[in-house]
T-cell receptor
Framework: NAGVTQTPKFRILKIGQSMTLQCAQD?????MYWYRQDPGMGLKLIYY???????DKGEVPNGYNVSRSTTEDFPLRLELAAPSQTSVYFC??????????????FGPGTRLTVL | DAKTTQPNSMESNEEEPVHLPCNHS???????IHWYRQLPSQGPEYVIH???SNVNNRMASLAIAEDRKSSTLILHRATLRDAAVYYC??????????FGKGTRLLVKP
């Protein structure tokens, strides 16, 4: 199994540009998550999904959009990039029941710089 | 909010045990305690989790206080590869899974 994969690894955007961060998992996990990590800080949850077609906001959703059309994929969309979105983005997945999170498996991250 | 308090950093000598503390004073009876660690330039990885009683796995042990307001992650013999940031996460209600700043563990040879 490849686990959780993320593309691209690095990206530089200009202010106002848009892009999609890709995330895929091959473990048949129902839950998927997007986090961002600013320098020297812990991770903050942006959005999560409990299954295909179902998404919900996390702690810091502003400026982002997500969709979950399949179990495997959970792309994160930035519509109008701003310098405040410079961060490392991590995707994760887990197999969870009854609304509780279980062991989360993380991807390697995407380092995004907005200039 | 399901928040935790951890020391910013700790040091250990190689091959000695390490006890990483965490306070989670707002925990309720059904909330789990999770520990993850993050090696440099990598995503976090799961270490261990528990509810009430102590837990052991191949990576570490988790000791949970009787009142559940604190816990300790125990690495029995630290290696240089254990140098990482360790996050204690109190999983609260309504999908509250908050990573704090964690404890940076330095392992000295």
């Amino acid at each position: 199994n490849a686990g959780v994969t993320q593309t691209p690894k690095f990206r530089i955007l200009k202010i106002g540009q848009s892009m999609t961060l890709q995330c895929a998992q091959d473990m048949n996990h129902n839950y998927m998550y997007w986090y961002r990590q600013d320098p020297g800080m812990g991770l903050k949850l942006i959005y999560y999904s409990v299954g295909a077609g179902i998404t919900d906001k996390g702690e810091v959703p502003n400026g982002y959009n997500v969709s979950r059309s399949t179990t495997e994929d959970f792309p994160l969309r930035l519509e109008l990039a701003a310098p405040s979105q410079t961060s490392v983005y991590f995707c994760a997945s887990s197999y969870s029941l009854a609304g509780r999170t279980d062991t989360q498996y993380f991807g390697p991250g995407t380092r995004l710089t907005v200039l | 909010d399901a928040k935790t308090t951890q020391p910013n950093s700790m040091e250990s000598n190689e091959e000695e045990p390490v006890h990483l503390p965490c306070n989670h004073s707002t925990i309720s009876g059904t909330d789990y305690i999770h520990w993850y660690r993050q090696l440099p330039s990598q995503g976090p990885e799961y270490v261990i989790h528990g509810l009430t009683s102590n837990v052991n796995n191949r990576m570490a042990s988790l000791a949970i206080a009787e009142d559940r307001k604190s816990s300790t992650l125990i690495l029995h013999r630290a290696t240089l590869r254990d140098a990482a940031v360790y996050y204690c996460i109190h999983e609260g209600q309504g999908f509250s899974f908050i990573f704090g700043k964690g404890t940076r563990l330095l392992v000295k040879p």
